[in-house]
């Protein structure tokens, strides 16, 4: 595999040129002494063949296996598609609202409400696997954004409790692993200190989060990725079309924390920037933005290196506490189509939008955040 490299510009000249880049198996023990394999019993002699003991002969059967079970004898199968939605509900601070109960929750399927069949709320350890954009397209060596990927890469893993299982990988011109799941976060401490000097110049952001996502479709439990990146693609096999679908198929919630608001800022108000430079990052930002909604995550977009902690929270806020509500859709078609889902909060009694106040009975905004649907199977032919 090969390393990963960094972004950060020296304030001034080196940052300037950054924005130019944009565009074995075993036998058990043989027997020769003993005798395995059934001999055929002699006939006795005449025509007349050879009579079973009572006790020896089967039980007759009133079908034959052989041929096909008459039209009348009913046959059953079980084909039950069972969809579960994991969903955070937070408020204007980013925060878990608790004690939302079952009957306030409603599921959309396509704008046909489900029937929920299991609701319940815990805390569980995380399984994350942080995606980090470590390029030489803007983490030149000891650059300020080279900095800023390491202490948010950083920042995130003091996050992590015991239980808490992590991966990291790093992507320019290709992904690479630096260290698969463990709750050692030695390892994921060590495949960091990998970081240091960017090799390539390329940003393949789709090809990375796309084989990250799909590489955990088949872990068990709640699972995210942590997107560290600008959110610049320059290189990738995928476009952003292929990657919106497959990242919703993978079912994956991203976690986006977008990269270099401040300097872009600087740069743009001193005119540093032109209007292709600036369209390029804007589009940036809305993808991150769109991969995060699409698979039920959340996109952070920090300015000052005092906001990283809250970002962080939230994020554990988001992952450890959730409701997590399964239905059986009414629509049983195995078509392969996607299936938009919407999760509502609303007063059982009035059927309104739920409204929730704080301790001094003043309302509270809040947001839900869901995965916006699945993709249901296709017949098996």
Request: glycine share 6%; net charge neutral.
């Amino acid at each position: 595999m090969q390393s990963l490299k960094v972004i950060a510009l020296p304030l001034g000249i080196s940052l300037l040129a950054g924005f130019a880049y944009t565009v074995a198996a075993q036998q058990g023990p043989g027997s020769t002494n003993s005798e395995t394999v059934a001999r055929p019993r002699k006939k006795p002699a005449g025509d007349t063949p050879a009579v079973e003991p009572a006790e020896n002969q089967k039980i007759p059967s009133k079908f034959d296996k052989r041929k096909e079970l008459p039209a009348d004898i009913p046959t059953f199968k079980s084909d039950v598609l069972t969809v579960t939605v994991d969903v955070a509900v937070l408020d204007n601070k980013g925060h878990f609202i608790p004690k939302i109960p079952r009957g306030n929750f409603r599921i959309l399927e396509d704008n046909v409400p489900q029937q929920v069949s299991d609701f319940n709320v815990g805390e569980a350890p995380m399984t994350v696997c942080m995606v980090i954009e470590f390029s030489n397209l803007y983490q030149q060596y000891w650059s300020y954004t080279w900095y800023q990927t390491l202490q948010a890469a950083y920042g995130f893993l003091e996050t992590l409790k015991q239980d808490d299982y992590v991966a990291v990988v790093a992507y320019d011109l290709k992904s690479e692993i630096l260290s698969d799941f463990s709750a050692d976060k030695r390892a994921a401490y060590e495949a960091m200190q990998r970081l240091r000097i960017p090799a390539f110049s390329e940003s393949n952001l789709y090809d990375a989060v796309v084989d990250t996502a799909e590489r955990m479709q088949d872990i068990e439990g709640r699972k995210a990725i942590i997107l560290i990146s600008s959110g610049v693609d320059t290189f990738s096999k995928l476009t952003f079309d292929k990657t919106r679908n497959r990242l919703q198929n993978a079912g994956i919630p991203i976690y986006a924390i977008g990269l270099m608001q401040t300097l872009r800022e600087l740069y743009d108000a001193r005119g540093w920037m032109g209007p292709i430079q600036r369209l390029d990052f804007l589009q940036a930002d809305n993808q991150m933005r769109t991969f995060a909604k699409e698979t039920g995550g959340m996109s952070f977009f920090p300015r000052f290196e005092g906001e990283m902690p809250g970002v962080f929270r939230s994020i554990a806020g988001s992952l450890r506490s959730q409701y997590v509500l399964s239905y059986h859709p009414s629509n049983l078609a195995k078509d392969g189509k996607f299936r938009r889902i919407k999760v509502e909060l609303v007063d059982p009694s009035t059927n309104n939008p739920l409204r929730i106040v704080d301790e001094k009975s003043k309302p509270i905004k809040y947001q839900i955040i869901a995965k916006q649907g699945y993709t249901a199977p296709r017949e098996v032919e």
